[in-house]
């Protein structure tokens, strides 16, 4: 029971790293090439972990060629936008001002029912705000209203808004996120001092602290067990 336990865990450490070197896009987010290598990548992973009998490498080394493949695909796509565009296609115009096109529809093999529901999964639900909509080579609608659906803002209202701060994670369950401390210009002694203000001797005993780029802070601490 060991040993398929320990090559299990071995792989299953490994197609993450894999998958990791593919990039951070969610798997909705996926162009087609990254989604059957994804599919490929585990199936391949699955042979060795049910057949003990099967050396460990022979999982190992195929999804090594499928990751390596798809980083030189892509960075070749990333240089020819004609190669990118032969293997992701085109996006593709469904609405413009509020008439669906048909063509389009058909050829994308998307139903109205479908669009329907993308669309109100955008909450729009009248067609004839749409000025313009857009199939993307990841299966996700763009959607633009038109300008007299939009939501109000303060610039379409003609009044000057200064951007509020924006807050960062500086600790989290007790872990210190050293990697934000340049942008806010912080340090672990400014941290220090800020946790003493609020009588908190130890980060463990922080649950979270936010601190946004004009130096305000918010700190919650842990519950007590």
Known sequence: MFIPFVRTLI????????????GKRQ??????????????VSAVASVPMQNLDIP??????????????????SFIALKIPRFREILTGKPVIIIVDGVIDQKALKATRLSVEELQEDLRLKD??????????????NGQLSVLLKDRNQPVTPEIMGQKVKDSPVYYTVIADGYVNRDIF??????????????????????KDVFLM???TDKKVAIIKKEDK
Not at 27 to 40: R, S, Y
Not at 125 to 135: E, H, I, T, W
């Open 11 to 22: 792989l299953y450490i490994f197609v993450i790293v894999a998958i990791r070197m593919m």
């Open 182 to 203: 340049e942008i806010i210009g912080i340090d672990s002694e400014w941290v220090g001092s800020e946790l003493k203000k609020k009588g908190i001797t130890s980060i």
């Open 210 to 212: 936010l601190c946004s």
């Open 27 to 40: 798997v909705g987010e996926m162009q087609p090439t990254e989604l059957v290598i994804t599919i490929l």
């Open 56 to 73: 460990l490498s022979y999982g190992v080394v195929p999804i090594l060629t499928l990751i390596s493949a798809e980083i030189f695909v």
């Open 124 to 137: 729009v639900f009248d067609l004839a705000s749409v000025r313009l909509a857009r199939l993307e080579t």
